[in-house]
């Protein structure tokens, strides 16, 4: 199964690649990597954007998840390849973390879905089809169960 995470809220400005994460961004990561332990979701990989909002939601997800993110610059920017981008890396089950409207358009290239991704929201594929969506509010709710 491929996941697909946009990164959390950052703040504004310039240059893009050099936006951080807010306050309310790094407790947004953190509750998606809380969501998906109490899930029971492993990866054998995390990819990430290196622009660093992406990057550092990525850190904060997986320190929940104990395993280390990568940074992929497949997923800085523009069209990519979610299943190609996995199976380069070996895993079954991928952890991308990236941008819009990116993240959507390998959704819909993928599965058909019509979607536009919350900062903090998940989904997951499989075999052409989206088999999990989740918004900031339900994986913060999750979160809470931890």
Same mark, same amino acid.
């Given at each position: 199964?491929?996941?697909?995470?946009?990164?959390?809220? /950052?703040?504004?400005?310039?240059?893009?690649?050099?936006?951080?994460?807010?306050?309310?961004? %790094?407790?947004? /990561? @953190?509750?998606?990597?809380?969501?998906?332990?109490?899930?029971? @979701?492993?990866?054998?990989?995390?990819?990430?954007?290196?622009? @660093?909002?992406? %990057?550092?939601?990525?850190?904060?997800?997986?320190?929940?998840?104990?395993? !280390?993110?990568?940074? *992929?610059?497949?997923?800085? &920017?523009?069209?990519?390849?979610?299943? !190609?981008?996995?199976?380069?890396? &070996?895993? *079954?089950?991928?952890?991308?973390?990236?941008? !819009? $409207?990116?993240?959507?358009?390998?959704?819909?290239?993928?599965?058909?879905?019509?979607?536009?991704? $919350?900062? /903090?929201?998940?989904?997951?594929?499989? %075999?052409? *089809?989206?088999?999990?969506?989740?918004?900031?509010? *339900?994986?913060?709710?999750?979160?809470?169960?931890?």
């Amino acid at each position: 199964m491929i996941w697909l995470l946009r990164h959390a809220e /950052a703040e504004d400005g310039s240059p893009d690649a050099e936006r951080k994460l807010t306050s309310q961004g %790094r407790d947004q /990561a @953190v509750a998606v990597g809380k969501a998906l332990a109490v899930l029971g @979701v492993e990866f054998d990989a995390c990819l990430a954007s290196p622009r @660093v909002r992406a %990057r550092d939601t990525a850190m904060l997800v997986c320190d929940s998840l104990g395993i !280390e993110p990568t940074e *992929e610059d497949g997923l800085r &920017g523009g069209p990519f390849d979610p299943l !190609e981008l996995a199976l380069g890396h &070996g895993g *079954e089950s991928v952890l991308l973390v990236g941008h !819009e $409207p990116d993240l959507s358009m390998a959704i819909h290239d993928a599965t058909g879905a019509q979607l536009r991704m $919350p900062k /903090a929201g998940i989904a997951a594929i499989d %075999r052409g *089809e989206l088999k999990v969506l989740l918004r900031p509010q *339900e994986l913060h709710a999750l979160a809470r169960l931890s």
